[in-house]
């Protein structure tokens, strides 16, 4: 009997449209999950599809209320003894923020596979068929259970917890950090790198449908105290700061922070550099901050945000869910 796979569709260019085989602009999310899954139908894939649209929207519109969708449509996929893995086509820009928070919010008892595309479904060298195809084979492998949220792009499977947008061109724009990719696959072919890293099943955070404010702080040459007032506002529980270098901030953002991390609003240290590593420095004791470690700063508001919804407050707390990551 073939895979029976249950593909939950999002948008994003994987479903754009363009209207030229060579046009720049296209509209993300056009096609929809039956014609998709009709225009995969003669790839001779080695599964049966079927399919549910949560919504068509380029990623950049994602947020809580699709989240909400998605994540109780992924649930009743699992618990359907009918089928055998899941696929989330998505757009490229916000992805990787998707597929790390279903990774912390879901067991890993049946594969989870998120995929999109770098060109939309009308352009010259679309790449989002052979994507979807990939996706079929990991999402079919019974070496995937166990592995977590998965992402496949470019013939590469990541992670979800190290991938990252890396390009804003090109197929190849996708890159894992600081694993790199945990397998090469081709619609005919799979090759693992390494056994699963999750130790258990179990979701390690229970769902939110209402994620608290994290609000990112950029550093940047010239930055002020002054600034972050104005962007910290008073619904704010948390801030992460897209550090410089190695988590690194303006002297004034450090002493407004301080004093906001002192009246109990928690402060992550993470990096704009694309690997940024972020270890924890003997200031942070005294300061009350907390160290990304290898979570960029999308992905540290994502863990911080399912921290605080759990009553999570305490750095040093937060800090050993950090290091876990």
């Known amino acids: 009997m073939s895979t029976r796979i249950t593909v939950l569709a999002t ?3 994987i479903a754009g449209i363009a209207g030229s085989a060579i046009a720049k602009d296209y509209r993300a999310g ?12 003669g790839l001779g894939l080695e599964a049966e599809l079927s399919g549910k649209q949560i919504a068509n929207i380029d990623s950049a519109d994602m947020g809580q209320g699709t989240w909400n969708a998605l994540h109780d449509a992924i649930l009743a996929a699992m618990d359907d003894a009918e089928c055998d893995g899941i696929i989330v086509t ?5 992805l990787e923020e998707t597929a790390f928070l279903l990774d912390l919010t ?11 595309a770098m060109r939309p479904a009308d352009a010259v060298g679309y790449d989002g068929l052979r994507n979807f195809a990939n996706a079929v084979r990991v999402a079919g492998d019974p070496q995937a259970s166990g592995r977590g949220v998965l992402v496949v792009m470019g013939d590469r499977v990541f992670g979800a917890r190290d991938v990252r947008k890396v390009r804003t061109r090109g197929t190849d724009a996708f890159r894992g950090f600081p694993r790199e990719s945990v ?17 258990d099943a179990h979701a390690a955070f229970a769902w ?19 600034t972050v007032t104005r962007q910290v506002g008073a619904a704010t529980r948390g801030v992460v700061v897209a550090g410089l270098g190695e988590g690194n901030m303006p002297e004034t953002v450090r002493q407004e922070l301080v004093r906001r991390n002192r009246r109990g609003l928690p402060v992550v240290r993470a990096s704009r550099a694309d690997e940024g590593l972020v270890d924890r420095e003997p200031e942070d004791d005294a300061n009350g901050f907390v160290a990304g470690r290898a979570l960029n700063p999308q992905k540290a508001r994502i863990l911080l945000q399912l921290l605080l919804a759990g009553g999570i407050t305490d750095p040093a707390t937060i800090q050993r869910a950090f290091d876990g990551r």
């Open 11 to 13: 948008g994003g260019t």
């Open 30 to 41: 056009e096609i929809g999950i039956d014609d998709y899954l009709d225009r995969v139908g």
């Open 90 to 94: 998505h757009g490229t820009d916000t």
């Open 106 to 116: 879901l067991p890993a008892d049946k594969p989870v596979v998120v995929v999109g």
């Open 183 to 199: 397998a090469l696959v081709t619609p005919a072919s799979l090759e693992w790198f390494g056994a699963p890293w999750r130790t």
């Open 208 to 226: 939110c449908d209402d994620l608290p404010e994290v609000v990112i702080v950029y550093s940047h040459a010239g930055l002020t105290g002054d």
